[in-house]
């Protein structure tokens, strides 16, 4: 008989753990011989439906969740009348055995753990900061920060955290991305706010910097006079450089 991969070995009776498997195992257990395996899980994806048209997913969390009261996405985690919202997040699901048992690097797991509760949190109402996740992931910021950023140019993509939207901390990649789509793929910037999570307003912003920086490249002034002609920090006009630089031909 062929031995089974390590990770599937490791991993496979954490699928266990949620409640359809509960059932199935509890068919099985309970009832052997009586229902066939189909059977068991037709029941089982039936009784989880029940249970959910019955107990609203924000009034029960499911196995593998946690309940978090993230920042109010309508507020700004500076501001004095800062409001919360209580979230369901969902911080193991049966794709994350998966990649588990498939031995994934852990760093990947990890990326997608962070981009679906960043997205979960957003999609009702809250917005999450990365110190919000360190604190969930026992991970340190500057770690995860660095994850999200690669899955950010892995997917062409700025998740909703509270960097990206309010403008707040070190965030500046979603500033160049959102250049990006306007500039180099000829979005419109309705299309690109609507990508990106952004305001409308936001997005303007940043496209109308990046154009005075552009302007004075065009006038062969460097990073310094940028900088302080301009007040815009010098990491984010060496991102709007990149673009200049390697995609914008009309210079």
């Known amino acids: ?16 753990r949620f409640l359809r498997e509960e059932i199935i195992n509890f068919f099985n257990r309970e009832f052997s011989g009586y229902f066939g395996p189909i059977i068991c899980e ?13 107990a609203p997913q924000t009034d029960r969390i499911k196995h593998g969740q946690m309940l978090w009261n993230a920042l109010d996405r309508t507020t700004r985690a500076d501001s004095s009348h800062r409001k919360h919202k209580a979230v369901v997040l969902s911080m193991v699901t049966h794709d994350d055995i998966a990649l588990f048992e498939k031995q994934a690097p852990i760093p990947k797991i990890r990326e997608q753990v962070i981009a679906r509760i960043i997205k979960e949190a957003y999609q009702q109402g809250g917005i999450l900061s990365m110190r919000d996740i360190s604190l969930m992931l026992t991970v340190g910021v500057p770690t995860l920060s660095k994850t999200r950023a690669i899955y950010e140019a892995e997917n062409q993509t700025v998740l909703p955290h509270q960097g990206a939207l309010h403008d707040m901390g070190s965030t500046i990649t979603h500033k160049k991305q959102i250049v990006f789509k306007h500039v180099v793929e000829k979005k419109s910037t309705l299309t690109v706010a609507r990508e990106t999570n ?10 109308n910097d990046y154009h005075r920086v552009k302007t004075l490249v065009d006038d062969n002034k460097n990073i310094d006079f940028i900088h302080l002609t301009t007040n815009i920090a010098k990491p984010v006009i060496r991102q709007y450089l990149d673009i200049i630089n390697n995609y914008v031909k009309d210079r």
């Open 42 to 54: 037709n029941i089982a994806e039936a009784l989880v439906e029940l249970f959910n048209q019955h």
């Open 1 to 16: 008989m062929n031995r089974q991969p390590d990770g599937i070995r490791k991993y496979r009776t954490a699928h266990d």
């Open 198 to 207: 952004h305001s409308q307003s936001a997005v303007d912003h940043y496209i």
